[in-house]
């Protein structure tokens, strides 16, 4: 049988108040007792000494204690208090009785001869007894004994205790109500934002990224229903990223694929003729389906930290003069200036020099494709605070300040001027952070003071 956890917590909230009640109870009713035994023991003794006075008294009058001898009555005028200190004696009917006739104690007190045997009063004195000596001209002529109590014996005593113990019970009832209420309100009141987010959590398994839980609070319950929103729109926006991903790929897969299929077609049929100029076509396909493949086959080594990186220590300077001179003839040919402001002094890193080179060219290759002609081209590195710090401007189009920070997702090309047939498939700028993250570095795109725009690379100096 399934137990929700509103029952568990109710029963568990309301079991340890029950628990609680129970062993206060019971550590009270023993320590009730033992206190109430030896509050009695304490009036019998004071007693005792009431009586002593009497005793030495009635002893030095009678010469003996062979009066009291099967002959009670004197006994029971001894048990009386002693004078007071205004003279009067204990008068029954006038003077109230004290605490201790009422506990009973004055029935557990005996007289005993010099043998410590029971001349009058209670006969059952043993050992353990509390005694006082009868003390007359110096001479020790007898002994006041009380036999203390174990338990509350008499029926007022046990009245007493009675109504105490039912009193506690009454306590103990209502506390367990009270337990059993405050239970029930935090199991009802307390719990319902975390079943919210138990139901929204199950809709999530079942595929709803869009589900949502509604924040009431700031403590460690709405910090989880924050968490859990966060959580639901990072996996709606992945889920979202995957397809447009999966399209986005199947997509760059099928032009080259249907043109290469398509220019088969017409060699097949003798449309077209197998000549060199057929052949380059086929080629320029195939390099763009291998460049593709490639650089999916890098990303996703990325995301697994799997990306090969063999770093050394390398010229940062010559390695990028080397890079941008490889583009001179296609800059030109698409009428870009190229303007290179690099330091006298080398640049010295700790890098891996083929993804450097690699990172250094998706970017070039990426202003050739985007760059209107007769545009320019400006590429600066220098060293600030310790760091390398690489600057691509580009002159016009620009991109929208919106969509600069979307700019080194997979697959995202700008929108307008910049996104044109002739571009790429959106993946060399995902590369470059990917390569330029792996050094410790950073990579921002800006908008360009040229009026195109402005990748800003930040890398660790060696």
Request: charged share 25%; with cysteine.
């Amino acid at each position: 049988m399934k137990v929700s956890i509103t029952t568990k917590l109710f029963v568990a909230v309301l079991a340890t108040a029950v628990l609680a009640v129970v062993a206060m109870g019971a550590a009270s009713r023993w320590n009730f007792e033992r206190g109430f035994v030896g509050y009695l023991n304490e009036q019998g003794v004071e007693r005792l000494d009431s009586v002593l006075p009497n005793a030495v008294a009635a002893y030095r009058q009678n010469g003996s204690w062979d009066f009291l001898r099967d002959n009670p009555r004197p006994w029971f005028e001894i048990m009386r208090p002693a004078p007071s200190a205004s003279g009067e004696r204990f008068e029954p009917g006038r003077t109230p009785a004290l605490v201790s006739d009422l506990t009973g104690a004055v029935l557990r007190i005996a007289l005993l001869d010099t043998d410590r045997k029971v001349i009058v009063g209670f006969r059952e004195i043993r050992k353990g007894a509390i005694e006082r000596a009868v003390v007359v001209d110096g001479k020790t002529v007898g002994w006041v004994a009380m036999m203390p109590f174990q338990s509350v014996s008499e029926a007022g005593d046990q009245r007493f205790q009675k109504n105490q113990l039912r009193a506690s019970w009454v306590i103990g009832s209502l506390c367990v109500l009270l337990a059993a209420g405050i239970a029930w309100w935090i199991a009802r009141v307390l719990l319902a934002p975390v079943k919210r987010v138990a139901a929204a959590t199950h809709r999530l398994t079942s595929g709803d990224y869009a589900s949502r839980v509604a924040v009431a609070s700031h403590d460690e319950v709405g910090q989880l229903a924050r968490d859990f929103n966060s959580l639901a729109f990072t996996l709606q926006r992945n889920e979202r990223m995957r397809r447009e991903f999966m399209a986005d790929v199947s997509h760059e897969l099928r032009t080259p694929l249907g043109v290469l299929h398509g220019e088969l077609e017409a060699m097949e049929d003798g449309v077209r003729r197998l000549d060199a100029q057929a052949v380059r076509s086929l080629q320029h396909e195939v390099g763009m389906l291998n460049k593709l493949v490639t650089d999916l086959y890098d990303l996703s080594m990325a995301d697994v930290g799997a990306l090969a990186y063999r770093k050394a220590d390398i010229n940062l300077r010559e390695l990028l003069e080397l890079s941008v001179d490889s583009f001179r003839e296609r800059l030109a040919s698409a009428g870009l200036r190229l303007e290179l402001v690099l330091p006298a002094q080398p640049l010295m890193m700790f890098a891996d020099e083929r993804r450097m080179q690699q990172l250094f060219s998706n970017l070039v290759l990426n202003a050739c494709r985007y760059t209107d002609a007769g545009g320019m081209l400006r590429i600066e590195a220098r060293e600030a605070d310790n760091q390398i710090a690489i600057d691509l401007m580009d002159s016009a189009p620009g991109v929208d300040a919106a969509l600069l920070p979307r700019l080194f997702e997979r697959f995202f090309r700008g929108e307008g001027s910049r996104n044109r047939a002739s571009g790429g498939a959106g993946l060399g700028l995902a590369i470059c952070r990917s390569i330029v993250e792996a050094h410790g570095g950073t990579i921002e795109a800006k908008a360009s003071p040229l009026g195109g725009l402005w990748i800003a690379i930040r890398l660790l100096r060696a």
